[in-house]
C-alpha cells in the first residue's frame, strides 16, 4: 500500500515536470484559440480587387510604373486590429497605388490572424543559459488556400473555388 502511495506521487511528479517542460501551454484550453483557428481557416488569405493590377503587380515588382500610369506600392503590414484579447488581424503584404486624386486604390493585401499564447517555455542554450519564458506570440497567420475577388455588382468578396482555373 506505502508503495503504491509513493509511485503514485512519483508519477504524479514526473507528469508535472513532463508539462512543465514541454510548455504548459493554455491554447488548447482557451475558446480564443479555436476561434483563431476558424478565422484563420474561412477569412483569411488573400484579397484582390482588381485581378488584372494584381497580376502586373506581381509581374513588375515595387516602385515601377503599372499599365495605368501609376507607381506600384508595397507595403508589408497595415491594418492592424484587436479582435479579442488574444486575437489580431492585419492586411500584409499589399499591393496599392496613389491616383492622381492623391487617393490611396488597394490592389490586394493578405488578411492575416495571430493569436497570443500564454505558457512556460524553456528558452536559451548551452551557452546562454536556461530561462523560462512566460508569454508568447505566434506568427501571423493566413489559409494559403484562400483567395477572395472583389465582385462591384455585390460590393463583397467571392472565394474562389480551388477548382476554379
Given at each position: 500500500?506505502?508503495?503504491?502511495?509513493?509511485?503514485?506521487?512519483?508519477?504524479?511528479?514526473?507528469?508535472?515536470?513532463?508539462?512543465?517542460?514541454?510548455?504548459?501551454?493554455?491554447?488548447?484550453?482557451?475558446?480564443?484559440?479555436?476561434?483563431?483557428?476558424?478565422?484563420?481557416?474561412?477569412?483569411?488569405?488573400?484579397?484582390?480587387?482588381?485581378?488584372?493590377?494584381?497580376?502586373?503587380?506581381?509581374?513588375?515588382?515595387?516602385?515601377?510604373?503599372?499599365?495605368?500610369?501609376?507607381?506600384?506600392?508595397?507595403?508589408?503590414?497595415?491594418?492592424?486590429?484587436?479582435?479579442?484579447?488574444?486575437?489580431?488581424?492585419?492586411?500584409?503584404?499589399?499591393?496599392?497605388?496613389?491616383?492622381?486624386?492623391?487617393q490611396?486604390?488597394?490592389?490586394?493585401?493578405?488578411?492575416c490572424?495571430?493569436?497570443?499564447?500564454?505558457?512556460?517555455?524553456?528558452?536559451?542554450?548551452?551557452?546562454?543559459?536556461?530561462?523560462?519564458?512566460?508569454?508568447?506570440?505566434?506568427?501571423?497567420?493566413?489559409?494559403?488556400?484562400n483567395?477572395?475577388?472583389?465582385?462591384?455588382?455585390?460590393?463583397?468578396?467571392?472565394?474562389?473555388?480551388?477548382n476554379?482555373?
Amino acid at each position: 500500500m506505502r508503495i503504491n502511495a509513493i509511485s503514485g506521487i512519483f508519477g504524479i511528479l514526473a507528469i508535472t515536470i513532463m508539462f512543465l517542460v514541454s510548455g504548459c501551454n493554455t491554447q488548447f484550453f482557451d475558446p480564443q484559440y479555436y476561434e483563431f483557428r476558424k478565422l484563420k481557416n474561412d477569412t483569411s488569405g488573400l484579397y484582390v480587387f482588381n485581378e488584372e493590377l494584381y497580376k502586373e503587380a506581381r509581374k513588375i515588382g515595387e516602385g515601377k510604373i503599372l499599365q495605368n500610369g501609376h507607381k506600384l506600392i508595397y507595403e508589408y503590414e497595415v491594418d492592424i486590429v484587436k479582435i479579442d484579447s488574444r486575437i489580431e488581424s492585419a492586411k500584409r503584404f499589399m499591393y496599392s497605388y496613389i491616383d492622381e486624386n492623391e487617393q490611396k486604390n488597394i490592389i490586394s493585401y493578405y488578411l492575416c490572424y495571430n493569436y497570443y499564447t500564454y505558457g512556460l517555455w524553456l528558452a536559451g542554450d548551452e551557452g546562454g543559459g536556461f530561462r523560462l519564458k512566460v508569454g508568447d506570440k505566434s506568427v501571423f497567420l493566413w489559409n494559403e488556400d484562400n483567395v477572395f475577388y472583389y465582385d462591384k455588382k455585390t460590393d463583397t468578396f467571392i472565394k474562389k473555388d480551388n477548382n476554379d482555373k
